[in-house]
C-alpha cells in the first residue's frame, strides 16, 4: 500500500517538474503577476456567459464572439470596449491583441476555435466536452504539448473538494487495489424507443426522427456559422437553442460525452487512466441521428504502475449496476463506485463514504496533499500568470475525452472493440474509422 507521504512527495516532484517545463516561456513573456490579461472570449451564452463572468471578476475582456447576436449583445454592454465579432476566424486576424481565449462553443466547433488560439500561441479555457469525436481530442493535446501555454478544459467538478479527498483515497489505498469501477448518470436525453420508458418521461425524451421541414431562423442567429464544419441543414427549433443540439450526433455527442467528461473525470484520476485497450457497449439499436438516452459501455484498462488492471462501466439513463439494483450499496441517484479488494468507496460530486461502513468506522484518513482551488476558470488564470499547467490541461482531459467519445464509437458500432491508440484505429473494426473521424463541411478544415 502507498503511504501518503510518498504520494505527498509523489505530487510535488510531478508538479515541480510540470511547472518547471513552462518556466522559461512565462519569463519570455514578462508577465507579471498582478497584471490583467487580456481575454477574447468565443461563445457568451449559457456556459459561455459563465465563463466571460468568472475571467472578468479579474482580467481584461477585450474581444467577444458569438454566432447569436442577442448574447453577443448581452455580453457587450456588460464590456462595452470589448470588440464585437460572430465568426472567430476574423478575431484572429489580429491575435496580438489577447493573451488568452475562452471557448464555450457548441462541441462540434471546440476543436477549430481551439486549435486556432493554440496555434497563435494563445492560452485556452475550452469547455467540455474538449471536441466532437476521437481524432479531433488527438489534434487538440498534440497541439497544446507544441504551443507550450496553459491549457484547462471547464469540468468544473474538478475543481472541487470532494474530488480531491476521493483520489487522495483511492491512491494512497484505502480499499486496497481497485479493479472494477462504475459510473452511472440518471439523464434521459436522447433517442429511446421504448414506448414505455417514453411514457414515463415525455418531458425528457426527444424527437426520434429527422425533421422533414424547417422553421425561421430566429433573428439575429448565424445558421451557417453555427453550423461550422458540420454538414448543411435547414434550421429547425429541435436543433437550437440548446441543449437541444447535443443530442444529434452532428453537433453534439449526447450524454456520454458530456456528463462523462464531469463523471468518469474521477475514476480517471484517481486510477491514473488514459488509453482503453477494450471498449465494448450495449443499448437500443444504435439511430443514425440522435444520441442514445440509455446505454452503458465498458472499458478495460491495463496496469499502470503498481495500480492492476480495472474494468470501468459508464451506464446512463435507466441502466445503472446490478449491485445499485440488488441494493448493494445506497441507491444514488448518479455515483461513482470504486470496488476494491478491501472494500468499497462511493461518491457523487459533494459526498463520498467507504464500504462497509462498519468497516472502516474508525479508518483514518491520509493527510490531505491535493492543494485546494480557486475554480475551474481562476486555476487556469492564475496558472497563466505563474507559468504553470492547470490541473485539468489538455493533456489530461484530451485522453479523458477520447475514451468518452470511444464509448458512443464501441456503442454505433455495436461490436466489442480493440483500440489501438498509437494508431487511434479499431484493429477488429475498420467500420469504426467514420466515428473516429469525420469529414468536414466544404470551406472547414483542421489542419
Known sequence: ???S?????????????????????????GRDLNSKLNIAVIGSGGRGGSNLGACAATENIVALCDVYEPNLDRAAMAHPQAKKFVDFREMFAKPEEFDAVTVSTCEHTHAFATLAALKAGKHVYCEKPLTHNVWEA????????????????GIQIHSGANYRRVVELIQTGAIGPV?????????????????EIAKQHRDIVFAQDRPKDSSPVPPGLHWDLWLGPAPERAFHNVYFPGPKWYRWWEWGS???????????DLPFWALKLQAPLAIEASGPPAHPDLAPASMQATYEYGARGDMPPVKLTWYQGTNKPEIWTNGGIPKWDSAVLFIGDNGMLLSDYGKHVLLPEDKFKDFKRPEPFLPASPGQQQEW?????????????????????????????????????????ANLRCPNAPEADRFIRREYRKGWELA
Open 1 to 3: 500500500m502507498r503511504s
Open 5 to 29: 507521504s510518498l504520494n505527498r512527495r509523489w505530487f510535488l516532484q510531478t508538479s515541480a517538474a510540470a511547472a518547471a517545463t513552462f518556466a522559461a516561456p512565462a519569463i519570455l513573456r
Open 138 to 153: 488527438r489534434v487538440i493535446r498534440e497541439a497544446a504539448k507544441k504551443a507550450n501555454v496553459t491549457t484547462q478544459m
Open 254 to 264: 449526447g450524454t456520454m460525452s458530456d456528463l462523462g467528461s464531469h463523471w468518469n
Open 381 to 421: 488564470l492564475q496558472a497563466i500568470k505563474a507559468g504553470k499547467p492547470a490541473s485539468c490541461d489538455f493533456e489530461y482531459s484530451g485522453w479523458l475525452t477520447e475514451a468518452n467519445h470511444l464509448g458512443n464509437v464501441a456503442y454505433r458500432v455495436g461490436k466489442k472493440l480493440a483500440w489501438d491508440a
Open 179 to 195: 479493479r472494477e469501477a462504475h459510473v452511472w448518470v440518471s439523464r434521459a436525453w436522447g433517442w429511446q424507443p421504448s414506448e
